[in-house]
């Protein structure tokens, strides 16, 4: 059935959704043995997600969501059974926290105990938490202050901090939002750089795995942005005006996040950097914010990009008080369109609260007719539905997974590599309030409204995790799967 534009029913205040952010210190490696239905023998391959996974140290909460430690989850899928492992990323800052048990530095969010002097010139410690890619036969858990970290995708052992053999140095940094360029097989990335100027420097990685610099883009005050666009042309930068008051933070009076401010004065910046190194264009539309951008593509001699769009920075103070609040600002899917005289269009394609937008992979940088949301109401963290929106008809349908469930990023996963944009599956990891454990389902996406195809029960909960990514390689789980 489709769905009208009805909001979902809100959660019920009886279920605390906050257990999601409980902190998982086991690590585990095992055969998921309670399966619901069957995982379909073509369904092959690994989905990785990342996530804060420690999300306290010596007792209290850290200070903001975003400072917990790194966990990788791994679903290793294979002749219709899961294996599960999870191995947190052992960063600097995980192994020195774990063993004393109590905070040594800056985050995101947190301060670092001593007041001015102690955090003044210190920079926030790389926790490898945020999203996963597999490039050119590299597993890297993703950050946008630092750099990559290198993992076995096999074993999820740490490898170590990763820079292109040298060429990613240790003053740029790689954000967490890379886009890969189906038809060339490249990587594409970039790095917000604060400095007597804030630039935005853009790489792009081979189908080898080599790094090379593109042009560099000034930006008129520092701003924090945290995803970009991949077209055939561009890489596409939609730059709110979240503000970053430098000196405050560079001298230890606040955190990076006590350091943002959203500057309703200033407009949004659309920036249209070209592949080929050519110079930037910039379109200006009215002011908002946005964690996540779905795709984008060319159309005609216009630029399309989709994305989460919010009015302001208020979601902030969700995630400061991540335990105990609710998330009640409400983002929802747009389309912006900038065209060749550097004009901007907007429509809302989705008038539900909702995050993580994802689509089919193989239509990066191309137009794509379906897109994929955790969708829900104002008091959750991301919903309790996993909704498809057709964009050709201009319709959506949700699976609706009840009161108390929580549904994460939906990743798409084509049946073959030639089928047809929605013949696939959507794979989506679940939490339940009652039970306190999460679940992996797998949704034919296709028809999301019907039964799931396969449910895998884990035998614990996995914390509020953000991103993922599939592979068709199948990691090796020993002999037991």
Same mark, same amino acid.
């Given at each position: ?211 090379? $610099? %593109?042009?560099? *883009?000034?930006? +008129?005050?520092? !701003?924090?942005?945290?995803? /970009?666009? &991949?077209?055939?042309? $561009? %890489?596409?930068? *939609?730059?709110? +005006?979240?503000? !970053?008051?430098?000196?405050? /933070?560079? &001298? ?19 920036? &249209? ?209």
């Amino acid at each position: 059935m489709v769905l009208q534009a009805d909001p979902l029913t809100t959660t019920s205040a009886a279920l605390d959704w906050h257990g999601i952010f409980d902190s998982l210190l086991e690590e585990h490696d095992y055969v998921v043995d309670e399966v619901e239905g069957e995982i379909p023998t073509a369904l092959a391959g690994t989905l990785y997600r990342n996530g804060p996974g420690k999300n306290e140290i010596g007792g209290k909460p850290f200070a903001h969501l975003f400072d917990g430690d790194g966990m990788l989850s791994q679903f290793t899928i294979r002749d219709g059974r899961v294996h599960y492992r999870n191995r947190f990323v052992r960063t600097t800052h995980y192994l020195a926290e774990r063993a004393a048990d109590k905070p040594l530095f800056r985050g995101f969010g947190t301060q670092k105990p001593g007041g001015v002097l102690t955090n003044a010139f210190r920079f926030p410690a790389n926790v490898a938490n945020t999203s996963v890619t597999f490039h050119a036969g590299n597993l890297l858990a993703l950050w946008e202050g630092g750099r990559p970290w290198r993992l076995d995708p096999d074993t999820l052992d740490t490898i170590g901090e990763y820079d292109y053999d040298g060429e990613l140095k240790a003053a740029y940094t790689f954000s967490a939002h890379p886009k890969i360029d189906p038809a060339t097989h490249e990587l594409f990335n970039f790095g917000v750089q604060y400095g007597p100027r804030t630039r935005i420097r853009s790489y792009r990685v081979d189908a080898q795995g080599r790094l090379h $610099h %593109l042009r560099p *883009v000034t930006l +008129p005050y520092p !701003v924090m942005n945290h995803d /970009f666009a &991949l077209t055939t042309r $561009h %890489l596409v930068f *939609v730059i709110d +005006p979240i503000l !970053v008051r430098v000196p405050r /933070f560079l &001298l230890g009076a606040t955190s990076f996040d006590g350091a943002l401010h959203f500057d309703s004065s200033k407009s949004t910046r659309i920036i &249209l950097v070209p592949r080929d190194g050519g110079k930037p264009r910039v379109a200006e539309c009215e002011p908002f914010f946005h964690f996540h951008v779905n795709n984008a593509f060319e159309d005609g001699d216009g630029t399309v990009v989709d994305l989460v769009r919010y009015q302001d920075y208020k979601l902030g103070d969700s995630l400061r008080d991540f335990k105990n609040a609710g998330f009640r600002q409400r983002g929802t899917l747009w389309r912006y369109r900038v065209s060749p005289a550097g004009e901007v269009s907007s429509e809302e394609l989705l008038p539900w609260q909702c995050e993580f937008p994802q689509h089919d992979w193989r239509r990066t940088t191309l137009g794509h007719r379906f897109a994929y949301v955790a969708g829900g109401d104002d008091d959750t963290t991301i919903g309790k539905a996993v909704v498809k929106i057709d964009h050709e008809t201009g319709t959506w349908s949700a699976h609706d997974f009840g009161e108390g469930q929580l549904a994460g990023e939906p990743i798409f996963v084509p049946r073959s590599d030639d089928s047809a944009e929605d013949d696939g599956w959507l794979l989506s990891l679940v939490y339940s309030v009652a039970e306190h454990r999460s679940r992996l389902v797998v949704l034919d996406a296709r028809d999301v409204t019907s039964d799931p195809v396969a449910v895998a029960h884990l035998r614990h909960h996995v914390p509020l995790g953000f991103h993922g990514t599939f592979t068709r390689r199948v990691a090796g789980s020993g002999d037991d799967l």
